[in-house]
């Protein structure tokens, strides 16, 4: 409890909920372009875009419930 609590180890946790967060969607992209959707260049580059931003905003929202 007392690593959970202290404020480096609260950042740790965080960089692991990204960590996994980020792994969580580009895993949901990559379902999507094994279905032969989203493979164009552009399309491609911007659900890449999305899911660096959807991962970060989850990871905001985990690390307001954990700070």
Same mark, same amino acid.
């Given at each position: 409890?007392? !690593? $959970? +609590? &202290?404020p480096? *180890? @609260?950042l !740790?946790? /965080? %960089?692991?909920?990204?960590a =996994?967060? &980020?792994h969580?969607?580009? *895993?949901v992209? =990559? #379902?999507?372009?094994?279905?032969? @959707? %989203?493979e164009?260049? &552009? +399309?491609?580059?911007? +659900? $890449?875009?999305? !899911?660096?931003?959807?991962s #970060?905003l989850?990871t #905001? $929202? !985990?690390a %307001?419930? /954990?700070?």
């Open positions: 409890k007392a !690593v $959970a +609590t &202290h480096l *180890g @609260k !740790v946790l /965080i %960089g692991f909920a990204w =996994y967060l &980020h969580f969607c580009a *895993g992209r =990559y #379902l999507f372009l094994d279905m032969q @959707k %989203g164009e260049l &552009h +399309t491609a580059r911007k +659900t $890449a875009a999305s !899911v660096f931003v959807v #970060l989850l #905001l $929202a !985990v %307001g419930a /954990i700070w």
